[in-house]
Every structure is written in C-alpha cells, then in structure tokens.
C-alpha cells in the first residue's frame, strides 16, 4: 500500500476503450472483405479449371474422331487402289466413281423453279458442289436436288432455293485442256424463289419429284405404276466376290473413261472441248465447232429453223436468234412490259415451219408469238397455271402445244388465238412434240410416262411399264416419219418406242402400249434433251454430266462422247437440214451461259 494517496484521472479509461473498439472493428471489416475476395477466388479459380477440364476432354474426342476418320480415308483409298489395279489401271489418276443411281434428288417442277432449276440448283440452295466425298457415302442414288447443298442441281436441276443462274466452275481436278473432268452434282437453277411446287407446299430447295393424287382426266387411265425400290447393293462385297466387270471402253460408257490414258485414234482434243469414240464401234462420224455464242445466263433452250440458216436460244428475259453461217446475232427479242425485277428465264423457243415466227415458253405462264422481221408480239396465248416448259409447232404451222407444271398440255390456233384443247395428267408435263405427221402430240411427264394423244384429244398411247422409264421424263422426240419416239429421262438412260396407234383411222378406243425396242445406256447423270437427226440415223442426247452422245438407234451403241460445256447441257437440237457434202449441225445450250453450234459429218 503507497503511502501517497492516489486519485484517479477522471476520463481516460473511458477514452483508450473507444479508440481501441474502432481499431478492433477496422480490422473486423478488412478480415471480412478479405476472406470475401478469396472465397470469389476460389470459385472463379474453381469454374476455371472446370471449364479447362472440359475443354481437355472435348480436344481429346476431336483428336480420337480425327484419328478414326484419317484411319477410315486411308482404308477406303488402299481399297480403291485395289480395285483400281484389279481392273488393270494406274492408281495413280482415278476418276471419280459413278453415283449408284437413286441417291440424288430429281428437281421439282413448279413455279419458278423449272425442270432446269432443279437441275441446276439443290436442295437446301447449296451453291457449289465439294468435291466428291469417298465411295462408300457416294454410293449413293442420283436424285436430284442436287445434293442438298449444291445440293443443295442436279440437277437436274431443279426446284429451288434461289441461286443465281449460273454458279462458278467446279474446282476440282482438270481435265486436259483445263477442262473439268466431272460436273458438280448440281447447279443452281435460274428461275425466281418463292413459288410453289406442283400440287406441293413451298420448300427450301428442289424437292424429289413425287407422284401426286392422280387429278381424274377423260378417258385416262389410272395413274402409273409404281416401280418397287430396290435395296442399295454392297458395292464393297461385290467387289470382293466377283470378278471386275470389263474395262469401260468395251461399253457406252465413254465419260468414265480418262482422255490422257486413251490413244490419240480414238479421241480428238482441243482448246476446250473433246470428243472420244466408241473404241468397242467402228468410226464413222467426226465432230467441229463451229460458233461460241456467249451470253449473260443459263440457256435454257436452243432450236434451229425449218431451214437451217437460224438457231434460237432462251435465256434470261429474252429469246435470240443467230446466223448458223456467220455466229452473227441478228435480234433479241424481249417484251418491253413485263416487270424489270427478278428473273423470267424463256424454257422453250420452236420457230413456225416459214420462219416468220418464234413462240416461246415462259415462267410467267404466258406463251409469246414473235414475228421476227418487225420484233413484235402477234399473239399472247394465257390460260397455263404454272411455268411453261415445253413448245412446238405442227408442220402447218397452224397449231402450237404446250406442256406446263399445271399437268395440263394445251393446244392453240395461232390463227384465231384459241385455246383448242386441254389434255389433263396426273403429274407435271415436262416436254411436249407433234408428230411430223401433224397426226399426234407426245408429253413426257415427272410421273415417268409418255402419253401419246391424237389432235382430237383421244389418248393413243402410254408408254410406261416393266420396260419403261424409272424417273421423272424430260425429253421427247419424234421420229422423222412419226413412228417412232425417243425419250430421256432422270434415270440417266434413253428409250425408243415403237408406236402402235394407227394413222389416219379416227378412233375412241382404250390407249394402248407402245413397245420399247432400245434402251440406250452411258450417261453418268440425268438426260435432259433427245432429239433424232434429220435422216434418223443418229440420236442425240444431252445429260447433266456435260456429255453429248450420239447414239446408233439400230444397234444401241454410241459412236461419240462430246465434252463441249461445263455445266449441265440442258438442251440438244439437230439442223433439220443437212449442208453440201453431208455435213450435220447440230446445237447446244448449258448452264455454263453459252449456247454452241457444232457440225458432224461421216468420215
């Protein structure tokens, strides 16, 4: 105990508790926010490596699936070298293996997108076909849309998602003379979007074209038959199990084959164009070019007059006619007062028997009557539903037929500006003819017939069956003397039909059935244009593989496979005159925005 009494200071405990409580809770709140910063830490630093494991495992399927598909190509490629080597070539320079038909979808028919939209456009609007995939998921059917994608036409086509009317050349392998070897799938088809389909509902792209309920017609019988789907064969196992099948130059397939391995006798080469000859035929023809005439979009068709001396062409907006002897352009003849916007692509061109008019076919549904020295309409002809596709005039140039997507073909009088007659079907009508004869009028049509009516109107023929056609038919010819019938078709093959209706002998009796006497076989692709010489020694045709044939009707052979376009050749018409010494002309409209002339003559 202190001797000196203490008194204590009054305040100062008081004061040194404040200060520290102030200090204890500024050290409270930085703990606190400290401990809050590392807990979002943890959780970012947390989500982080979540996402980095993630990521890891996605690059290590990537690297698995890479691996497998690499594995996959190279098992594919030795069996190709082995196939390749089995039939005897170099496997060095392959070709692109066939499509196995009925993978690729024919084009619909319909507004707008037309029987070459389809053609040329695919489903899905694709634009420019990649190059070919391997065998085994190539090995597919050939319908058109093209693929969906160049595919989406091909097709063809066509129809369509719009595509401009001509796409860009395929940039795969070169051919010689930088000529490609193999033709996109498909193309894009000229013809506005947005319309409809026949009897369908609007799609993205050209659909397959199926048969609609039948619309009931006068005295026609029931719809086609229906031709049974064949399961897809092993190609693979096959190969395993039979012997090679012989080289293609034994055969009509003369776009198989490689013009760089063939002898120079039986292939002739130039700048861009080649021809190669039936090795397995003896050679009686030659072939020349004889006028380029370039244009600004697809030509749908090509026509030359009764004469000889003019070819017509459509294309874009408007019908031209051309010199044959000079490729000079004489006209253009385009109505003035139809809307400027989009696209009106002219599907057929036919002159009249004098030469003094040119009718043609359009997407707008209306048929035009030129006459050709003042370049004016003579008659409008209204009354299709859907585009036009087909035209022709009768010998007296009296009557014109027209084939429409409506499922209608209509005759009309030039001369009183009548509709004559309507001749209904079950399925949109691609191609129409009369006969020389002026007796008959033929339509092809998507429900893989040919119907054979007298001018009156009375079913003759129908040309279908176990024999016939298994696709959509886009082609029609008569015959010079109009007793026989050519026909092309999406199945890639033509067929010549004898015709069995009497002539002269007005009849009401039931339609009966021409009989096939030649199938010819060797396009790769769709045949989209028949026609006969004028001497009816020859049949041409024109495919979406790019190829002109000439074929020998006697015996099914082809003599030639011309390689003159790159893009589909949607239209082939012989001169109906032939010039001195026998020399043919011939002529070719494609994809490719020109129309050609070439001539042929026995050598």
Partial sequence: MSMYPHRPIAGAPIQNMGR????????????????????????????????????????????QHQMNVKQKYEDEIALLRRQLEARGGAPGNMNPPPQHPGQQQPPAIGLGSNVFSAIMAGQGGQALVPPPPPPQQQEQPAHMPAPPGLQGPPPPPPPPSQQPPFQPQY???????????????????????????????????????????????????????????????DHTRMAQHHQPPPPPSQTNALSELDPDRLPNHIKKMKDDWWVIFNAAVPRVLDVELVHTLQHESVVCCVRF??????????????????????????????DENIDLT?????????????????????????IRVWDIQSR?????????????????????GRTIASGSGDRTVRLWDI??????????????????AISPDKQFVAAGSLDKSVRVWDMRGYLAERLEGPDGHKDSVYSVAFSPDGRNLVSGSLDKTIKMWELSAPRGIPTSAPPKGGRCIKTFEGHRDFVLSVALTPDSQWVLS?????????WDP?????????????????????????????????????????ARIWSYSRI
């Fill in 20 to 63: 520290l409580n102030e200090l204890l809770d500024g050290i409270r709140m930085e703990f606190e926010s400290q401990a809050r910063q590392y807990e979002t830490c943890q959780h970012d630093l947390a989500t982080q490596l979540q996402e980095l494991q993630v990521i890891r495992e996605k690059v290590f399927q990537m690297e």
């Fill in 171 to 233: 940039q795969g392998p070169q051919g010689p003379g930088n000529f490609p070897p193999q033709p996109p799938q498909s193309t894009a088809s000229p013809g506005p979007a947005g319309k409809r389909g026949i009897g369908r509902p609007p799609a993205g792209g050209p659909a397959t074209p199926q048969i609609n309920t039948p619309i009931p017609y006068n005295g026609g019988p029931a719809q086609s038959p229906q031709v049974p789907t064949h399961p897809t064969p």
């Fill in 305 to 334: 007059s009764m004469d000889g001396k003019y070819v017509a062409t459509g294309c874009n907006r408007s019908a031209q006619i051309y010199d044959v002897e000079t490729g000079e352009k004489l006209c253009i003849l385009q």
């Fill in 342 to 366: 989009g696209d009106l692509y002219i599907r057929s061109v036919c002159f009249s028997p004098d030469g003094k008019y040119l009718a043609t076919g359009a997407e707008d549904k209306l």
């Fill in 376 to 396: 004016t309409i003579r008659n409008t002809f209204h009354g299709h539903e859907q585009d036009i596709y087909s035209l022709d005039f009768s010998r007296d």
């Fill in 415 to 432: 001369e009183t500006g009548l509709n004559t007659s309507v001749l209904s079907i079950e399925d949109g009508v691609t191609t129409v």
């Fill in 542 to 550: 024109g495919s979406k593989d790019r190829g002109v044939q000439f």
């Fill in 554 to 594: 006697r015996t099914g052979h082809t003599q030639l496979m011309l390689q003159g376009h790159k893009n589909s050749v949607i239209s082939v018409a012989p001169s109906p005159v032939t010039g001195p010494n026998g020399v043919g002309y011939f002529a070719t409209g494609s994809g490719d925005m020109r």
